[in-house]
């Protein structure tokens, strides 16, 4: 079993940037292909990034292609989302999930089994 707990999130300005981490404890983090998603009010949570095992190998979705990056250090049980360039429509809570079945991006990357608190990200226009 792993935990997760999410931090870094906040208030920003359109533009700006923010990184979230994520710590997870247990000695098996590097086991764990790990995720992103957001759920905006009202809204049913949606897929941000994917980040594989060894780090070698990440896949995002549309909407913050190019303006967000997933990374991990193993090391550290840490992974982190660096978000560029924000915008008002990526307000939402931010939560990070840990997935033991599939090592890489797999055939369902937003599926886990491991969920944190989640964190909370506003975008201000």
């Known amino acids: 079993q792993v935990q997760l707990v999410e931090s870094g999130g906040g208030l920003v300005q359109a533009g700006g940037s923010l990184r979230l981490s994520c710590a997870a404890s247990?000695?098996?983090?590097?086991?764990?292909?790990m995720g992103w998603l957001r759920q905006a009010p009202g809204k049913e949570r949606e897929f941000v990034a994917r980040?594989?095992?060894?780090?070698?190998?990440?896949y995002y979705a549309d909407s913050v292609k190019g303006r967000f990056t997933i990374s991990r250090v193993n090391a550290k049980n840490t992974v982190y989302l660096q978000m560029n360039s924000l915008k008002p429509e990526d307000t939402a809570v931010y939560f990070c999930?840990?997935?033991?079945?599939?090592?890489?991006?797999?055939?369902?990357?937003?599926?886990?089994?491991?969920w944190g608190q989640g964190t909370q990200v506003t975008v201000s226009s």
């Open positions: 980040i594989s095992t060894s780090g070698g190998s990440t």
């Open positions: 999930a840990a997935d033991s079945r599939y090592s890489g991006i797999g055939p369902r990357p937003y599926e886990y089994q491991h």
């Open positions: 247990g000695r098996t983090f590097s086991s764990y292909a």
